[in-house]
Structures are given as C-alpha cells and as structure tokens.
C-alpha cells in the first residue's frame, strides 16, 4: 500500500519560514510528478508547487519568489521551503504523487497525504 505522509507544519509568526516534508512509501516502482497543494478554512484546494521527476517545476503565482519546493528521488520525499510567510498562508497543506507501483506498474495512481497544518499568525 502506498501512502504520503507531510510532516513539518505548525505555528509560526508573520514573516518567519517553514519547511515542509512529505515521504512516500510502499511498494513504489517510480514517481512522476509530486507536489503541494493548500486548503484554508472556508476555501478550496489550491495549487502551490509540483515539481517533474527530472526537477522541472512550477510554482502558483502568488506563492512564487517565496517558496521553494524541491524533492530527493532517492527518498521518494518532496519538499516545501515556505519564507515570508503572511498569515494567509495559513492552512493545511497537502502533499500530492502521480505514483506506480507493484499494484499498478503501468498506469500512474495520483495519490494524496491527510495534509498537515500550518498557521501563520502572531
């Protein structure tokens, strides 16, 4: 079974910086694209970074120049270096992986992690 777990999130003030993880496991035979997306209260899921396999990224506009999101194939984990952060960053931020696996070694699965909290406040 493969599974995406976030970890790194909690409460910082106004301006300070965050680093979140995400670690994929199980059965995995290869990753394609991975990345972090964002709900806040009240709003839906958005878009913050994906990166390639190969390193291509990109980036939602309004997060671009403060967060950096990079991965280690070799660990199958995915990063997000969030700087200056406002406190509408607030929200619970959700790793994402187009996955193949044992299971399903052909056709890509995307899967998601239960998302991990990050507030944004002073």
């Known amino acids: 079974q493969v599974q995406l777990v976030e970890s790194g999130g909690g409460l910082v003030q106004p301006g300070g910086s965050l680093r979140l993880s995400c670690a994929a496991s199980?059965?995995?035979?290869?990753?394609?694209?991975m990345g972090w997306y964002r709900q806040a209260p009240g709003k839906q899921r958005e878009l913050v970074a994906v990166?390639?396999?190969?390193?291509?990224?990109t980036y939602s506009d309004s997060m671009k120049g403060r967060f950096t999101i990079s991965r280690d194939n070799a660990r199958n984990t995915v990063y997000l270096q969030m700087n200056s952060l406002k406190p509408e960053d607030t929200a619970v931020y959700y790793c994402?992986?187009?996955?193949?696996?044992?299971?399903?070694?052909?056709?890509?699965?995307?899967?998601w992690g239960k998302g991990t909290l990050v507030t944004v406040s002073s």
């Open positions: 990166i390639s396999s190969g390193g291509t990224t």
């Open positions: 994402n992986a187009d996955i193949y696996s044992t299971r399903s070694p052909l056709i890509y699965v995307n899967y």
């Open positions: 199980g059965s995995i035979l290869r990753i394609n694209v």
